[in-house]
């Protein structure tokens, strides 16, 4: 069983920063790869981020160069450094780890950008 808790959501203006953090309880979290999506309404699950148990990274081209993730392995987490964050970014953000037969998914945390 893997469970996911996501927080670090808000409301933030225009150009602001948020950080998501999600913290995952069960085995092999360092060598699964771990990932952030997104889901605007109306729209479907996008992903956002990811990377590597070795700690290669890939990004959505509209995050490239906004949004960095990384993870901490001793602590079981992953996050989503987000910033100058556009309108667009706004969306329900959900974390996922990879598992050898199944995804998982955190509850979702909302992120809010406007003024």
């Known amino acids: 069983q893997v469970d996911l808790v996501e927080s670090g959501g808000g409301l933030v203006q225009p150009g602001g920063s948020l950080r998501l953090s999600c913290a995952v309880s069960g085995p092999l979290f360092s060598s699964r790869t771990m990932a952030w999506y997104r889901q605007a309404p109306g729209k479907q699950r996008e992903l956002v981020a990811a990377?590597?148990?070795?700690?290669?990274?890939n990004y959505v081209d509209s995050a490239k160069g906004r949004f960095t993730i990384s993870r901490d392995n001793a602590r079981n987490t992953v996050s989503l450094q987000m910033t100058s964050l556009k309108p667009e970014d706004t969306a329900v953000y959900y974390c996922?780890?990879?598992?050898?037969?199944?995804?998982?998914w955190g509850q979702g945390t909302q992120v809010t950008v406007s003024s």
């Open positions: 990377i590597t148990s070795g700690g290669s990274t």
């Open positions: 996922n780890f990879r598992g050898a037969s199944r995804d998982y």
